[in-house]
């Protein structure tokens, strides 16, 4: 039975161009919000625009607190109010991996400590604006 498929270790995310340190879990999710049009012509089926309204991404990080650099950079993000690049690199056993990147806000930051465990973080990244993907290339 051949076997296929990827070490999540191998999901790398980065915040200006810095990959964000300590991770244990990360997520990324892709939206697309179609507007709902249905109506009694429908017969009861749900029916949308075939154009999304509104398109976004998220992605959620979270781990071992071990880059106070890292944090500060996202910490003065976040008070000025400002977008950063946010890439996620995916995993590839090709020569160039693909990725998907764009701006994005830091819509929250979450520091966690519990006798005897380390120091937890969860860092919560919003897409403002585009963002594209990029496919693996052989080279």
Do not use: C, H
């Amino acid at each position: 039975m051949a076997t296929s498929g990827f070490n999540g270790r191998k999901l790398f995310v980065d915040w200006e161009t810095v990959t964000i340190a300590g991770v244990r879990e990360k997520t990324v999710s892709i939206n697309n919000e179609y507007p709902d049009i249905t109506s009694d012509d429908d017969s009861g089926f749900q029916t949308f625009l075939p154009i999304p309204g509104k398109r976004a991404s998220s992605t959620t990080v979270s781990g071992v607190y071990s880059s106070e650099t890292l944090l500060a950079a996202m910490m003065a993000a976040d008070a000025a109010m400002a977008t950063g690049t946010v890439t996620i690199n995916l995993p590839s056993a090709l020569a160039v991996p693909g990725n998907i990147e764009g701006e994005g806000v830091i819509q929250s930051i979450e520091i966690t400590g519990a006798d005897p465990e380390a120091v937890q973080f969860t860092v919560t990244i919003a897409s403002s604006g585009a963002f594209a993907y990029t496919a693996s290339a052989a080279s």
